[in-house]
């Protein structure tokens, strides 16, 4: 079974430049996260979609973030634009359902640096 | 709301010797914990979790925690060490019901030398 797969891997960009993640879940897995990870910290999440919609954004800075989830698969994280605090991994996570109890898998991550 | 305390940032260990990585919680509601592993440049992996049932809860490599509900930890234990266990171990926690997202502690990192 395929992972979660994520690209780019690492991304360097300057401040007030725009950037787009992209994510594809496992397959027939119906929700999808994404978790911005600075580095000495946990993993925060900042949007989780059930399906094609979303389910909690609360900690999404949506003055500068948007996230897309068309047909329900692939998944699109974008910042514009950025500041030197959105240098972090950005994670990509999939399960199988948004209950509690289900593993989440993980991709390897998006290393975004903010010059 | 949930919330997760790893009370230790670093561990360092000698290979084959034990290791206790702690784990503290705090909910007003009955959670689920996990334990994920995250080596470098990797995404994490589910090491284990506990949803009900036995509070002691084995895990891949060799790995195993233990849940206390009067003393809200879930410290998880290896009784002998590898160097392939290097590496950043999350606890995280989640609530019973509807749409409930995965709270992350700050990490442990685990040293282990020869």
């Known amino acids: 079974e395929a992972g979660v797969a994520q690209s780019p891997r690492y991304k360097i960009i300057e401040k007030r430049q725009s950037v787009a993640f992209w994510c594809n879940p496992i397959s027939g897995h119906a929700t999808l996260y994404w978790y911005q990870q600075i580095l000495g910290q946990g993993p925060k999440l900042l949007i989780q979609f059930q399906n094609n919609g979303v389910v909690d954004d609360s900690q999404l800075p949506k003055d500068r973030f948007s996230a897309e989830r068309l047909k329900g698969v692939d998944s699109t994280l974008k910042i514009q634009p950025a500041k030197l605090e959105d240098s972090a991994v950005y994670l990509c996570?999939?399960?199988?359902?948004?209950?509690?109890?289900?593993?989440?898998?993980f991709g390897p991550g998006t290393r975004l640096t903010v010059l | 709301a949930q919330s997760v305390t790893q009370l230790d940032s670093q561990v360092p260990v000698f290979e084959e010797a034990p290791v206790e990585l702690r784990c503290n919680y705090s909910s007003s509601v009955s959670v689920y914990l996990f334990w994920y592993v995250q080596y470098p440049n990797q995404g994490l992996q589910l090491l284990l979790k506990?949803?009900?049932?036995?509070?002691l809860v084995k895990g891949i490599n060799g790995f195993e925690a233990e849940f206390n509900k009067s003393q809200t930890s879930f410290h998880l234990r290896k009784p002998s060490v590898h160097i392939s266990d290097t590496a950043e171990y999350f606890c995280a926690v989640s609530g019973f019901t509807g749409f409930q997202k995965l709270v992350f502690g700050t990490g442990t990192r685990l040293l282990v030398s020869p």
């Open positions: 506990y949803l009900s049932g036995s509070t």
């Open positions: 996570a999939s399960s199988l359902e948004a209950s509690g109890y289900n593993e989440q898998f």
